[in-house]
């Protein structure tokens, strides 16, 4: 792995951080992954490479140690700006589609705060962002305003279903907290069964409303690029 740099060098390296990854040693992880990053930022392997070390951060869950965060943050910091915001779009995107919405809410912000306003690169890191605020009844209302909002037009084909989804689960907590529906766009995507739920007594709005969180992760797992 420390010799000069030809492609068996570079496989070779390849190989060690993700086994890395996947026994969990962060430290050499990212060690090696910086390493890999400078030495090799023009590889043809380049783009592949960086796809898996977005998957393999988001198996970090970053959402529930600082360490882990500021480590991600660290080997990010290795690549241009245009680069370092399409992998924490890459990132969240993952992370939300697994229902680690702490993980979501961290790494949106940061993709967020490199794109342009009004860019597809920022719609898609506000829809990532309010997939998982939609989860938590303190955002619920930002959350479910900022994915009615969204101009679809902006967002690509691969995001569309999470959009939907996302706004068929809003609908249901919505049912739950005031026995009514809350958007179009969810009523048409909710599935029947979500559809036919019923409000019932006040004193069991909320509890409804826990239980259709406590489904979210299964509805979000759904929606994949």
């Keep these: 792995m420390l010799l000069p740099g030809t492609l068996a060098e570079e496989g070779a390296l390849r190989r060690e951080i993700f086994t890395l990854g996947q026994v969990g040693d962060?430290?050499?992880?990212?060690?090696?992954?910086?390493q890999y990053l400078r030495r090799y930022p023009h590889s043809v392997y380049a783009g592949n490479f960086r796809q898996r070390l977005g998957f393999q951060l988001t198996q970090f869950n970053v959402g529930e140690d600082p360490a882990r965060l500021t480590a991600m943050n660290r080997i990010l910091s290795e690549l241009d700006p245009e680069s370092r915001r399409d992998l924490y779009l890459l990132i969240a995107r993952t992370a939300i589609g697994q229902?680690?919405?702490a993980a979501t809410l961290l790494i949106a912000d940061r993709a967020l705060a490199l794109c342009?306003?009004?860019?597809?690169?920022a719609a898609r890191a506000r829809l990532y962002r309010a997939a998982a605020e939609i989860v938590n009844l303190a955002t619920?209302?930002?959350g479910l305003l900022t994915l009615r909002n969204l101009d679809r037009s902006n967002l690509p084909a691969g995001d569309l279903p999470l959009l939907a989804t996302a706004l068929s689960t809003a609908e249901e907590i919505g049912r739950g907290l005031?026995?009514?529906?809350?958007?179009?766009?969810?009523?048409?995507?909710?599935?029947?069964?979500?559809?036919?739920?019923?409000?019932?007594r006040?004193?069991?709005l909320i509890p409804k409303a826990q239980s259709t969180i406590d489904h979210v992760d299964l509805l979000l797992s759904k929606a994949r690029p």
Excluded: C, H, Q, V
Aim: a neutral charge.
């Design 26 to 34: 962060l430290k050499k992880f990212e060690a090696l992954a910086i």
């Design 99 to 101: 229902g680690k919405t």
């Design 116 to 121: 342009a306003p009004g860019s597809p690169e």
């Design 140 to 142: 619920f209302k930002s």
């Design 178 to 200: 005031g026995g009514r529906s809350l958007t179009p766009e969810a009523e048409s995507a909710s599935p029947r069964g979500m559809r036919e739920a019923s409000a019932d």
């Design 202 to 204: 006040p004193d069991s």
